[in-house]
């Protein structure tokens, strides 16, 4: 099984079933504008020399179809020893919330016998990041209660006023989510860079664990 990170806002749409695509951005700077599926069936993206051939593969996506993921999302322990969930505390940025009763841990530090939720990756491929269909922001998991989505008709929706103002646009809102975690690491929606694709569905810890053909780690031995 491989990681994956999530902010705990998409944790919530993974666990609403709102969400099954997540982009990734394509690191490598001297990658421009080709992209091919190897023998194998890996996704890659390879270099586009002025020769015009190809070169081997530099950049080759770190998720696969059928790969099984388990995510990784902040969490912390209670006064028992069980794991506890920031997403289900709510969604501020503050990581001390609720101050009063858990210290979050970053995601980063997530131990995998912690997981609860578990992927399986259905699609990969590659694109601008601006290509982004409607259809593909709404599979990312925006929500059309997202401010941001109504950010150029003026309107906010509200739960007691359902149909005063219009539809949503969810790549309006996909674009502002994107922006609050990329762009301060240079990747803003502006810069439209080349990402991963990755679709994926939603699958049990029984299903993981039969389909990975391996035992989940004891939690007793490893916590």
Known sequence: MKPI???????????????????????DKDITNNFDIDIDGSVYAYIDPETGDSCPPTAIAKYQVGDILWVRE?????ENGEYVYRTNYGTTEDDSFPPSMFRWRPSIHMPREAARIFLKVTNVRVERLQDITEEDAIAEGVSWLDE???SNNGWTPTLYDLDSGGSPVFRDGFTALWDSINAKRGYGWETNPWVWVIEFEKISKDEAERLEGSEWPDQQKQG
């Open 74 to 78: 902040t969490w912390s322990r209670d």
């Open 5 to 27: 990170i999530f902010s705990t806002p998409m944790v919530q749409a993974i666990l609403a079933g709102r969400k099954s695509m997540t982009r990734r951005v394509i690191k």
């Open 148 to 150: 941001a989505c109504y």
